[in-house]
């Protein structure tokens, strides 16, 4: 029943702008960590950032200065911000939470992943 959904992928020119959305839903009693991550045809899915719940942040080298995430914990959503784009930026970037979701009584914490938005960057 829990879902992430991603919105803001499309197409931008390098040096450009472009920002990724997130929300999950579902039964869901909290919200640890929520991440993006990418991936390129051929290579292997990579962290971008993930963001807690308490605001701490964490990016991968290629992005800091680039690209901020943030989130909204009362929209379970959370946002990346990427500025000055770059080609080698295109990729298929994934929403990640690991999240505590209630069932019939009982709590289930487990990872969650979104099915990808395309992000292409021209040159």
């Known amino acids: 029943q829990v879902q992430l959904v991603e919105s803001g992928g499309g197409l931008v020119q390098a040096g450009g702008s472009l920002r990724l959305s997130c929300a999950a839903s579902?039964?869901?009693?909290?919200?640890?960590?929520m991440g993006w991550y990418r991936q390129a045809p051929g290579k292997q899915r990579e962290l971008v950032a993930d963001?807690?719940?308490?605001?701490?942040?964490n990016y991968a080298d290629s992005m800091k200065g680039r690209f901020t995430i943030s989130r909204d914990n009362a929209k379970n959503t959370v946002y990346l911000q990427m500025n000055s784009l770059k080609p080698e930026d295109t990729a298929v970037y994934y929403c990640?939470?690991?999240?505590?979701?209630?069932?019939?009584?009982?709590?289930?914490?487990?990872?969650?992943w979104g099915q990808g938005t395309q992000v292409t960057v021209s040159s």
């Open positions: 990640n939470a690991d999240l505590t979701r209630y069932s019939g009584g009982g709590s289930y914490t487990d990872v969650y």
């Open positions: 579902g039964r869901i009693s909290s919200i640890n960590t």
């Open positions: 963001i807690t719940s308490g605001g701490n942040t």
